[in-house]
């Protein structure tokens, strides 16, 4: 087999990309929206490698490693691209996996000539995308001894960061990663990222700027409401903002329509929360029947719950890889807090299908099973992660962290505990999950009438959202009002 000596000796070279001042589009600080705390932080960098002079006059040292974490999607990548285009300095960007191949030496001697590239460059920035491919703790169960390839690239990293600052070249090395938790301890000490800057979700304001930055770009109809759009969009990303819009023009020029209008967008976010519209999947009417009831017992419940969000939509339209139906319920405002009666409520709202079912037709079906996943996993996290039981205390029975920058719900394993305390975990979720399903039952049998005349409804339309929707959920009647 012919072997290419060229391409064999170059197989320790850096794969880095290298943006200069002039080479494409800049990006800037005004790019980047929804994530202000990031930048002023960001901003201080972007000063030093301007005005080195500023700093090192009255004694201060600027970071060597600024660390961005954050989810996926809030645009680590783009700020520090803006924080090379604000300072017009080179740019060297390159992945975590780029640096390890199958042989041994690759990624350390790729270390080695990133760094003798941007000294020569210097000042200048380097990025390194998904950190944690390479970072990982050695403590962990990725290494495997001393020779391990991955070991021997951070070894080498962790020297060059100690190493650069003696020859006085002004290398500042930005990072992002969305699982600070799995990297090791010598790569966070003072000296090496000395700052990490958290680039999180957007809040309102956030968003609306996100969306106002993306939609430049694209024709928008008179009728376009931004700020509606962001606050029916909690918990988007920047990156997600721009997928929206994106599925809003797409839908806008399917439609042959000039302009984009604000019903596209409200599909978009339909398409990106529920899944795109299934209608080749078609139910029987017993089938569609059973639907509609079990998606109004989800809407006259939840209507009803303290801190969930509006209903908006009910469809019986099948949506995405399982759902036949669904209740689109979007919140008001941004919550960070959840109380234990909201927590009750969404269990209690979650359950209001397979409620419906029972009370109806006297029968459940496998519909619900993805409700009661949901349900089970939020009572467990009631009682072993946010202490809101009474018998078993203010204590926590998870083992570990979350990531709570992968949005991971499931709960951890538990902690080592006595068969009686695991028995009592079981009782307390039980008695939760049965607590809300009573909840739910009462509810839907005082508001029967309406249950029915409003599953007619959607089985002759399909689709109830709007106003004619707001105005049948009006009606509803809560147990303890009419208790009282």
Do not use: W
């Not at 080695?112 to 210097?122: E, N, Y």
């Not at 990303?237 to 000039?258: H, I, T, Y």
Request: net charge negative.
């Amino acid at each position: 087999m012919a072997v290419d000596s060229k391409a064999f000796l170059s197989i320790g070279k850096s794969k880095a990309k290298v943006y200069v001042e002039g080479d494409s589009g800049k990006i800037t600080f005004t790019d980047v929206a929804g994530v202000e705390e990031a930048k002023t932080e960001l901003v201080e960098v972007v000063e030093f490698l301007k005005e080195p002079l500023r700093f090192t006059e009255i004694g201060a040292r600027i970071p060597k490693g600024v660390l961005l974490v954050g989810p996926p999607g809030t645009g680590k990548t783009l700020l520090a691209k803006a924080v090379a285009g604000e300072a017009g300095v080179p740019f060297f960007s390159i992945s975590g996996s780029e640096f390890v191949e199958m042989f041994v030496g690759v990624g350390s001697s790729r270390v080695r000539d990133l760094f003798d590239q941007a000294k020569k460059q210097a000042p200048c920035i380097i990025f390194i995308d998904e950190l944690d491919a390479i970072g990982k703790s050695r403590a962990s169960n990725g290494f495997y001894g001393g020779n391990d390839e991955r070991e021997q690239t951070l070894n080498q990293l962790l020297t060059e960061m100690d190493g650069f600052a003696a020859t006085g070249a002004t290398v500042i090395v930005l990072a992002a990663t969305n699982r600070p938790e799995t990297l090791d301890p010598a790569l966070l000490r003072p000296g090496r990222f000395d700052r990490q800057v958290l680039v999180d979700r957007p809040d309102l304001s956030g968003r609306l700027a996100i969306l106002e930055i993306h939609s430049r770009k694209v024709k928008l109809g008179a009728d376009i409401d931004l700020k509606a759009i962001a606050t029916r969009t909690p918990g988007f990303a920047g990156a997600d903002l721009a997928n929206l819009v994106n599925e809003a023009a797409l839908l806008a020029a399917r439609n042959k329509r000039l302009q984009v209008a604000q019903e596209d967008f409200a599909e978009a976010i339909e398409r990106v929360v529920a899944g795109l519209e299934k209608k080749s999947r078609v139910l029987n009417e017993k089938e569609k029947k059973i639907v509609a009831y079990h998606e109004v017992g989800h809407a006259l419940v939840g209507s009803l719950m303290t801190g969930s969000g509006k209903v908006e939509k009910i469809s019986i339209v099948p949506r995405g890889m399982a759902a036949l139906g669904y209740t689109l319920q979007l919140p008001t405002e941004d919550r960070f807090l959840m109380s234990e009666d909201e927590l009750q409520g969404q269990i209690a709202t979650l359950l209001g299908g397979r409620s419906a079912e029972e009370i109806i037709f006297g029968s459940i079906t496998t519909g619900a099973s993805n409700d009661l996943q949901r349900a089970t996993d939020l009572a467990e996290r009631m009682v072993t992660t946010y202490g809101m039981s009474k018998v078993l205390g203010p204590l926590a029975y998870q083992q570990g962290q979350q990531n709570m920058y992968l949005g991971n719900e499931a709960p951890n394993p538990r902690r080592m505990v006595s068969p009686q305390t695991a028995e009592a975990i079981d009782q307390e979720v039980k008695g939760i999950v049965e607590s809300a399903h009573n909840h739910a039952l009462e509810i839907l049998k005082l508001n029967r009438e309406l249950l029915e005349t409003i599953s007619i409804k959607l089985l002759d339309k399909e689709v109830i959202e709007g106003s004619e929707l707001h105005e049948l959920l009006g009606q509803v009647k809560s147990v303890e009002a009419v208790a009282s």
